[in-house]
């Protein structure tokens, strides 16, 4: 399966309830980047594309970028 | 391999909560709580008085049951008690209650120490030893005050927990053709995934006076060695893996399964295994009790299947399945068409 990572954006924006979320957005600066928020980027890695993310590496990742290169590892 | 037992049928459940509860939206100093609550699916838990225990809540379900079903307390040969807070360290809180509620003293009484998977692992142990030593009634009791083990200061964790005990009256009937089918699954490398790290003055995890202050964690999570320490993502991750396996494993033989109970974590668990699942029993039901109740541990299935169906029969075959501390899953697949269900007792 291909992913686009616009696709994975665009999730990633209703989840952080942000519309013009970007790639190059520090995690550090979105007060939601929660434990709440990780369950919810687990969540959509799961059902929407079927992989399974490590709450740990999730945490630590510095930007929206890195979500997404996860999501798609 | 999924596991078979004959005759034992599962004849009411009772529950008792607290009279009080807490309605999370008026938890006013955290950032963001509308958002966390729709996400949980947590509106209000019922919520013990400090002074009480979880003896008390699984004590007034008890006496209901019996007193509703019209059993006499001779009959009674089995109390399982199974709460991960128990009155005590030691003695089991099953003997508090076998004296309170003037059981005979030839009933085999213990508790078990296990919490969302609680009632599952429950239902397998009694009804394996009533079997095997030919018993014909029992009581399989459940329950716990989780909210106790919380630090106030945690911010997800203080939104999840309700407290509630249940009572189920199991019957070994001979010459009954229900069986209830069985299969669990344990993985003891997760037991930091949900743990109390610290406990009375004995081992190696013995208390000492550090052990009450909180720290901070990774995600601002504040909470001290005494509390009760959850990795979200690490219990997500193993629910989400393996519980829809283990439904589809158990339920792939099994024809008329109309309901499917899970151990309500919170809402996204609850979605995300339905999800799953839902090519597989494409009409089942998965009802839910996590808006007004939370997560109540031991307890979630027949606070689920109380709150929602009080008074009626549920027909056909249901699955249960219990997820959590352990790391631990159990799922049950029982027919519940002659089971009384009661309505919600309050303490």
Known sequence: ?73 | MIKKFKGIEIAGISCCIPKKKIINKNISDYKNIKRIIKVIGIENRPIADPNSSTSDLVLKSANHIIKKLNWKLNDIEVLIFVTQTPDYLTPATSGILQDKLKLKKSTLVFDINLGCSGYTHGLIAISSLMKNLKLKKGLLAVGDVTSQLVNKNDKVSNLLFGDAGSVTAIKNVSGSNKTMYCDYYSDGSGFEDIIVPVHSLAGKNKFNKNDINSKIDKKQNIRSNLNINLNGPNIFNFAINNVPRIIKKISQNIKNIKYCILHQANQMIQDNIEAQLINIKKKVIYPSSLKKFGNTSSASIPITICSNYPNKKLSGNSILCGFGVGLSISAIVVNLEKTKIFKIIKL
């Open chain 1, 1 to 73: 399966m291909t992913i686009s990572d616009n696709k994975i954006l665009k999730d990633l924006s209703l989840i952080f309830e942000k519309k013009n979320l970007k790639f190059e957005d520090k995690t550090s600066n979105l007060d939601q980047f929660d434990s709440i928020i990780i369950l919810q980027i687990m969540n959509l890695a799961k059902i929407a594309y079927k992989k399974n993310v490590s709450g740990l590496k999730l945490m630590d990742c510095k930007k929206i970028l890195d979500i997404i290169k996860l999501i798609k590892e």
